[in-house]
């Protein structure tokens, strides 16, 4: 499954909501150890220069503040920009779409040194496998088996030479199907 939590597909940051400006019964009754979830709930910039954010028509005050920090990562800004969060988002999800593998059959984590998360998703004969790198460095990982890139991957940054080596970036993904259907 996949879960996109509002704002992600565009980069956001968490803001900062002023205690006065607080909605969240639990960032009200824990202030100021925990801030509540307010923060990840401000309303999505639509449009940089329009107020709000293009959240709520006319002066309209929104339910929380609009972050300053969000603005410049409006919706209208990045749908122009073809290496914005934004678009890679879009494009991940059309790559998504197109995969049945990910939508479909089953799936089991695979043994991984850490920082790595592995798994592999199956129905019938077809497999293919997902490894994460959750760490903040760039690392390398053996392979016990070739994995040849699924085509049209969004993921960049990955190496995988003709060898078992695989070097992903920091929080770098790489998907692969199995040269055989052996499992890892």
Known sequence: SVCLYQGEELGLPEAEVPFERLQDPYG???????KGRDGARTPMP???EAGNGGFSAGTAEPWLPVS???????VDRQ????QSMLNFSRSLL???RRQPLLR?????FLEAPEPFLCLERRQGEAALQAIFNLSESTAQL??????VPVSGSPFLGARHGGDLLLELPPYGVFMGVPIDAAAC
Not at 79 to 82: H, K, R, S, T, V
Request: hydrophobic share 55%; net charge neutral; aromatic share 14%.
């Open 28 to 34: 009200l009754a824990f202030w100021p150890e925990f």
């Open 46 to 48: 639509w449009q940089a």
């Open 68 to 74: 300053a920090l969000h603005l410049p990562l409006a």
């Open 79 to 82: 749908a122009l920009d073809p």
């Open 94 to 96: 059309q790559w998504r």
């Open 104 to 108: 479909e059959g089953s799936m089991r």
């Open 142 to 147: 053996r392979l016990p088996q070739m994995l």
